[in-house]
């Protein structure tokens, strides 16, 4: 399969597919997707995952479902493919597949072992056919990592999964089908081979493929936890055989193959990933650590330079005591916090030759710990290099309160934190009995080890290369540091090792990586599977968001937020500028879809009132009416009767929250009497007990009110997360035209300093003439004109809606058309009369919208405006709130029920603010809208139509 052009920018067609079709929307919102055991609950990202996955299984499997329909769903999906694809066109046999771009430490493990559990619950519930389930992973350890979790899954589930060998499948499965249990096959993906690689041996550990072949496919979760198998591409279209099924040539596959990932390489892989949650999305959603790539240049393969190794190791030494030192003040501000203790890492792909990177290190460390440097000047010029530190995916730089330490390094901090010792002095060496990969190393002078050597032939070392060097070797100790340490008491604070730490080892005390030698090719590789080992934290138990990200929840002031910007960081150095480029490249190509745009302001601090924020609470509502169609009605009342009552209720519809009056209400429905249910719609594509849920969840759901206004605080956020999908020198252009505008003076304020005699004639000339309070960067305007906006610049793109690459920019004709009606009626003496502010809304971004019912969706959902305003009446003080939405009208149904909502929450209700009187208004904005009556008060084409 074609590997994924790195040049060009991914599209990840599958999440497109599910999105525009509203996909998740139609899963039966019954099942619980959030609950795995007693500690653990899937976060919102890791319930998304597993939706999208049921989401696209159920879509591909309505056709076997519906056989009178045979193919028609697939044929959609293989269509779209084939029209949106530009590289790759697919064809039928690769559609059945969906990859999961999951960050390492998102906690893919708890995602896959949840979607099997619900797989078995949709097969319970003929939501998808019947087929045996199959989980692949790399090797052993993993394996042991899904058998521990199941485990923990189990403990708190009535609905067991059971966990059987693949090589006993056709013993087993029978058994299994007739019983409907959850079952699911493990086997170790390296071992799936053709029979000519299996040996003849009944131990043998390879497995013939084919043997495993069945009629009706499989649904395959495919953990690729690592990378670099020259077999890797042959054994996935084993996989995908297996999924397959016995089909004839022009069938689609019958099985599914969930393939989760985090790092891609195939094109593939990027068109059919139905989730992202790469190591972008991971960290910009507050999670793991930051990343910075230090510019430094760790050449440790000359035998001439050991000045400036040893400055580098020393940088990095500077780097981890500010870690430990920052992390103590933190500590002493709050003792709830369970930060890690920071741990260095240095990663070489050679450890044993004469000219090992490793070996070379070593000796750096070696002569750090012996001679005596000063590290004053270190210090400072490292200081002033990382005041300009970029950190990748974030839009933070490194804090003040961490710099100082830095800034205020000394040697005898140094070597306490570092090497747990008051002097310089030689190393002694620690084996670990009947451990041949791991050697410990503390100072003379010191009780404790602080590094430690995991490698696959450790003797060899001790044998040869520390004899050499005159390391003593003083004792055998029993217990393995490495077992240990992620333990608090591990005093291990630096590792040196090669590829142990890029697959199957997890930890959150990474916060250094030095790449020596490996050479730009493979530094790719490393830095991709060996950072994806360092991101994670854990603030608080269980908690793994930066501190920022918690500040609300936890109460958190900022002064702690910035004492763990060390903490928070991954600093990585490599061994060569071309190796510190390729590592930058694999994090470009890999993971940046989009780059942050910096530098927007709020006007918080200028403000001339606070500004209203409508509240919502839940109350209970019996008005709620559920439309059904005919023959869905018809299928219903069939399936009911189908049933005893009781066995109905406790086997087909038991779940938390199922009502009888639900039932009830179909009776009366049934009888002709009147009833909440109403026929309406032509509804063909149904499940019965779907159905039922679905009408008990419309009938007896709560209703949102209005519980009170609040002065806005954080409900506008999307600012401050505005990206683009563009090169990193048009990013870094915007970001500079940006600050441009901001600081651009308008005419009248250069008349005023001229006035004012702070600039001279020619001065204000100038000024005027470069000033531009808006500017232009390929094809998208950043202006800083509308200064009653709740944050400047807007971004607008001026050309077709589709071809914008910055998520929120202002691209819709209809919200373009209304700024430039509004920028050109600022003058308006309706405006002369209030105080006024106004800001753009961002659906599931910001945190103000009117909640409404969806008849047509039967369930209740939030309508975003584009627009608020909010007003304050000069004398009066009174309050207005108006709510504006220009592209509010491509459905009439869909404004009608937001209209609805609209209506029940604010009209004709004595509102009030700050003991002042509210009022709140909707309008939608448009030109050329032919609209009915019941809108027609509520549709207005001009901005003075609106503010009147």
């Given at each position: 399969?074609a590997?994924?052009?790195?040049?060009?920018?991914?599209?990840?067609?599958?999440?497109?597919?599910?999105?525009d079709?509203?996909?998740?929307?139609?899963?039966d919102?019954?099942?619980?997707?959030?609950n795995?055991?007693?500690?653990?609950?899937?976060?919102?990202?890791?319930?998304?995952?597993?939706?999208?996955?049921?989401?696209?299984?159920?879509?591909?499997?309505?056709?076997?479902?519906?056989?009178?329909e045979?193919?028609?769903?697939?044929?959609?999906?293989?269509?779209?493919?084939?029209?949106e694809?530009?590289?790759?066109?697919?064809?039928?046999?690769h559609?059945?597949?969906?990859s999961?771009?999951?960050?390492?430490?998102?906690?893919?493990?708890?995602?896959?072992?949840k979607?099997?559990?619900?797989?078995h619950?949709?097969?319970?519930?003929n939501?998808?056919?019947?087929?045996?389930?199959?989980?692949l992973?790399?090797?052993?350890?993993?394996?042991n990592?899904?058998?521990?979790?199941?485990?923990?899954?189990?403990?708190?589930?009535?609905?067991?999964i059971?966990i059987?060998?693949?090589?006993?499948?056709?013993?087993?499965?029978?058994e299994?089908?007739?019983?409907?249990?959850?079952v699911?096959?493990?086997?170790?993906?390296?071992?799936?081979e053709?029979?000519?690689?299996?040996?003849k041996?009944?131990?043998?550990?390879r497995?013939n493929?084919?043997?495993y072949?069945?009629?009706?496919?499989?649904?395959?979760?495919?953990?690729?936890?690592?990378?670099?198998?020259?077999?890797?591409?042959?054994?996935?279209?084993?996989y995908h055989?297996?999924?397959?099924?016995f089909i004839?040539?022009?069938?689609?596959?019958?099985?599914?193959?969930?393939n989760?990932?985090?790092?891609?390489?195939?094109?593939?892989?990027?068109?059919?990933?139905?989730?992202?949650?790469?190591?972008?999305?991971?960290?910009?959603?507050?999670?793991?650590?930051?990343?910075?790539?230090?510019?430094?240049?760790l050449?440790?393969?000359?035998?001439?330079?050991e000045?400036?190794?040893?400055?580098?190791?020393?940088?990095?030494?500077?780097?981890?005591?500010?870690?430990?030192k920052?992390?103590?003040?933190?500590?002493?501000?709050?003792?709830d916090?369970?930060?890690?203790?920071?741990?260095?890492?240095a990663?070489?792909?050679?450890?044993?030759t004469?000219?090992?990177?490793?070996?070379?290190?070593?000796?750096?460390?070696?002569n750090v710990?012996?001679n005596?440097?000063d590290?004053g000047?270190?210090?400072?010029e490292?200081?002033?290099?990382?005041?300009?530190?970029?950190l990748?995916?974030?839009?933070n730089?490194l804090?003040?309160?961490?710099?100082?330490?830095?800034?205020?390094?000394?040697?005898d901090e140094?070597?306490?934190?570092?090497?747990?010792?008051?002097?310089?002095?030689k190393?002694?060496?620690?084996?670990?009995?009947?451990?041949?990969?791991?050697?410990?190393?503390?100072?003379?002078?010191?009780?404790?080890?602080?590094m430690?050597?995991?490698?696959?032939?450790?003797?060899?070392?001790?044998k040869?290369?520390?004899?050499?060097?005159?390391?003593?070797?003083?004792?055998?100790?029993?217990?393995s540091?490495?077992?240990?340490?992620?333990?608090?008491?591990?005093s291990?604070?630096?590792?040196?090792?090669?590829?142990?730490f890029?697959?199957?080892?997890?930890?959150?005390?990474?916060?250094?990586?030095?790449?020596?030698?490996?050479?730009?090719?493979?530094?790719?590789?490393?830095?991709?599977?060996?950072?994806?080992?360092?991101v994670r934290?854990?603030?608080?138990?269980?908690?793994r968001?930066?501190?920022?990200?918690l500040?609300?929840?936890?109460?958190?002031?900022e002064?702690?937020?910035?004492?763990?910007?060390?903490?928070?960081?991954?600093?990585?150095?490599?061994?060569?500028n071309?190796?510190?480029?390729?590592i930058?490249?694999?994090?470009?190509?890999?993971?940046?879809?989009?780059r942050h745009l910096k530098?927007?302001?709020?006007?918080?601090s200028?403000?001339?009132?606070?500004?209203?924020?409508?509240k919502?609470?839940?109350e209970?509502?019996?008005?709620?009416i559920y439309?059904?169609?005919?023959?869905?009605a018809?299928?219903?009342?069939?399936f009911?009767?189908?049933?005893?009552?009781?066995?109905?209720?406790?086997?087909?519809c038991?779940?938390?929250?199922?009502?009888?009056?639900t039932?009830?209400?179909?009776?009366?429905?049934?009888d002709?009497?009147?009833?909440?249910?109403?026929?309406s719609?032509?509804?063909?594509?149904?499940n019965?007990?779907?159905?039922l849920?679905?009408?008990?969840?419309?009938?007896?759901?709560n209703a949102?009110?209005?519980?009170?206004?609040?002065?806005?605080?954080?409900?506008?956020?999307?600012?401050?997360?505005?990206?683009?999908?563009?090169d990193?020198?048009?990013?870094?252009?915007?970001?500079?035209?940006?600050?441009?505008?901001?600081?651009?003076?308008?005419?009248?304020?250069?008349?005023?300093?001229?006035e004012?005699?702070?600039?001279?004639?020619?001065?204000?000339?100038?000024?005027?003439k470069?000033?531009?309070?808006?500017?232009?960067?390929?094809?998208?305007?950043?202006?800083?004109?509308?200064?009653?906006?709740?944050?400047?610049?807007?971004?607008?793109?001026n050309?077709?809606d589709?071809?914008n690459?910055i998520?929120?920019?202002?691209?819709?004709?209809?919200?373009?058309?209304?700024?430039?009606?509004?920028?050109?009626?600022?003058?308006?003496?309706?405006?002369e009369?209030?105080e006024?502010?106004?800001?753009?809304?961002v659906?599931?971004?910001d945190?103000?919208?009117?909640?409404?019912?969806?008849?047509?969706q039967?369930k209740?959902?939030?309508?975003?405006?584009?627009?608020i305003?909010?007003?304050?009446?000069?004398?009066?003080?009174?309050?207005?709130?108006?709510?504006?939405?220009p592209?509010g009208?491509?459905?009439?149904?869909?404004p009608?029920?937001?209209?609805?909502?609209?209506?029940?929450?604010?009209?004709?209700?004595?509102l009030?603010?700050?003991?002042?009187?509210?009022?709140?208004n909707?309008?939608?904005?448009?030109?050329?809208?032919?609209?009915?009556?019941?809108?027609?008060?509520?549709?207005?084409?001009?901005?003075?139509?609106i503010?009147k």
């Amino acid at each position: 399969m074609a590997k994924a052009k790195q040049n060009t920018r991914r599209h990840l067609l599958l999440n497109k597919f599910i999105h525009d079709k509203s996909l998740v929307q139609k899963l039966d919102e019954s099942y619980d997707f959030g609950n795995f055991s007693q500690a653990i609950n899937l976060q919102f990202y890791q319930q998304e995952s597993v939706k999208n996955a049921l989401a696209i299984l159920s879509f591909y499997m309505k056709d076997e479902l519906n056989l009178h329909e045979y193919n028609q769903e697939r044929k959609k999906l293989l269509e779209f493919y084939q029209d949106e694809s530009e590289n790759l066109k697919l064809q039928k046999e690769h559609i059945a597949r969906a990859s999961f771009w999951m960050a390492t430490g998102s906690g893919k493990t708890i995602v896959m072992i949840k979607l099997i559990a619900l797989i078995h619950e949709f097969i319970k519930n003929n939501q998808t056919p019947k087929k045996p389930i199959m989980l692949l992973a790399p090797n052993d350890k993993i394996l042991n990592q899904f058998k521990a979790n199941i485990a923990k899954y189990n403990n708190h589930h009535s609905n067991f999964i059971k966990i059987k060998d693949l090589k006993d499948f056709e013993s087993i499965e029978k058994e299994a089908s007739l019983l409907n249990e959850a079952v699911v096959y493990f086997a170790r993906s390296d071992l799936l081979e053709s029979e000519e690689n299996v040996g003849k041996d009944k131990k043998a550990k390879r497995l013939n493929y084919k043997n495993y072949l069945n009629k009706d496919g499989w649904y395959i979760l495919l953990d690729e936890a690592h990378r670099g198998d020259s077999k890797t591409s042959l054994r996935k279209n084993y996989y995908h055989e297996l999924a397959r099924g016995f089909i004839k040539e022009d069938e689609f596959p019958k099985g599914f193959v969930f393939n989760f990932s985090a790092t891609f390489e195939d094109e593939i892989d990027f068109i059919t990933c139905a989730y992202n949650y790469n190591l972008q999305k991971f960290n910009q959603e507050g999670y793991g650590k930051n990343i910075a790539v230090l510019n430094e240049n760790l050449d440790f393969k000359s035998e001439n330079n050991e000045e400036a190794k040893i400055k580098t190791i020393l940088e990095s030494f500077i780097i981890f005591n500010a870690i430990v030192k920052s992390k103590e003040e933190l500590f002493l501000k709050r003792q709830d916090f369970i930060y890690h203790n920071p741990l260095i890492i240095a990663v070489s792909d050679k450890v044993n030759t004469q000219d090992a990177g490793i070996k070379a290190y070593f000796k750096a460390v070696y002569n750090v710990l012996k001679n005596k440097v000063d590290i004053g000047n270190i210090a400072l010029e490292l200081y002033e290099k990382l005041q300009n530190q970029n950190l990748y995916f974030g839009i933070n730089t490194l804090s003040d309160d961490f710099l100082k330490y830095i800034k205020n390094a000394n040697n005898d901090e140094l070597r306490e934190n570092i090497f747990y010792a008051n002097a310089n002095a030689k190393l002694e060496c620690y084996s670990i009995k009947g451990n041949d990969k791991e050697l410990a190393f503390k100072s003379k002078n010191s009780n404790k080890p602080f590094m430690l050597l995991n490698i696959s032939n450790a003797k060899e070392w001790e044998k040869d290369f520390l004899l050499e060097l005159g390391v003593e070797s003083i004792s055998d100790i029993s217990q393995s540091h490495f077992e240990n340490i992620n333990s608090p008491q591990s005093s291990i604070n630096i590792m040196l090792g090669s590829k142990v730490f890029s697959e199957g080892w997890d930890s959150n005390r990474v916060n250094l990586i030095s790449f020596i030698n490996i050479g730009s090719i493979n530094a790719k590789k490393y830095v991709l599977q060996t950072i994806g080992r360092g991101v994670r934290i854990e603030p608080f138990l269980n908690i793994r968001k930066r501190l920022n990200a918690l500040k609300e929840m936890f109460k958190i002031d900022e002064r702690c937020v910035n004492l763990a910007c060390g903490l928070e960081t991954l600093f990585v150095m490599a061994s060569d500028n071309e190796a510190i480029k390729a590592i930058i490249e694999g994090i470009e190509c890999e993971f940046m879809e989009s780059r942050h745009l910096k530098g927007f302001k709020d006007i918080d601090s200028k403000l001339s009132f606070n500004l209203p924020v409508p509240k919502y609470k839940n109350e209970a509502k019996l008005k709620n009416i559920y439309k059904i169609s005919e023959k869905e009605a018809k299928s219903l009342k069939e399936f009911i009767k189908s049933y005893d009552e009781d066995v109905l209720i406790l086997e087909q519809c038991l779940y938390k929250n199922f009502k009888y009056s639900t039932l009830e209400e179909f009776y009366k429905f049934s009888d002709g009497k009147e009833s909440k249910i109403k026929l309406s719609g032509d509804r063909v594509e149904f499940n019965e007990k779907t159905t039922l849920k679905t009408i008990n969840s419309v009938l007896n759901s709560n209703a949102k009110v209005l519980d009170k206004f609040v002065k806005l605080e954080e409900e506008i956020t999307h600012h401050k997360n505005i990206q683009a999908k563009l090169d990193f020198e048009t990013v870094q252009k915007i970001n500079k035209t940006i600050k441009d505008v901001l600081n651009a003076k308008s005419e009248d304020e250069l008349k005023a300093d001229f006035e004012n005699k702070k600039i001279n004639l020619d001065e204000l000339m100038q000024g005027i003439k470069e000033s531009q309070k808006s500017k232009e960067v390929q094809n998208y305007i950043i202006s800083a004109k509308l200064s009653k906006h709740y944050y400047s610049p807007l971004i607008i793109y001026n050309k077709n809606d589709k071809e914008n690459k910055i998520n929120f920019a202002i691209s819709n004709k209809s919200e373009k058309e209304f700024l430039e009606d509004l920028e050109s009626n600022l003058n308006l003496s309706f405006f002369e009369q209030y105080e006024w502010y106004f800001s753009k809304l961002v659906e599931n971004q910001d945190e103000i919208y009117i909640p409404y019912f969806d008849e047509e969706q039967q369930k209740e959902r939030k309508f975003y405006p584009d627009f608020i305003f909010w007003l304050k009446n000069k004398q009066s003080g009174d309050f207005f709130i108006y709510f504006i939405d220009p592209k509010g009208l491509k459905i009439e149904d869909n404004p009608r029920f937001k209209l609805k909502g609209f209506k029940a929450i604010f009209k004709n209700k004595n509102l009030t603010y700050e003991d002042k009187s509210m009022k709140v208004n909707l309008f939608f904005y448009n030109k050329n809208y032919t609209f009915s009556d019941e809108l027609k008060d509520f549709v207005k084409s001009t901005i003075e139509d609106i503010f009147k």
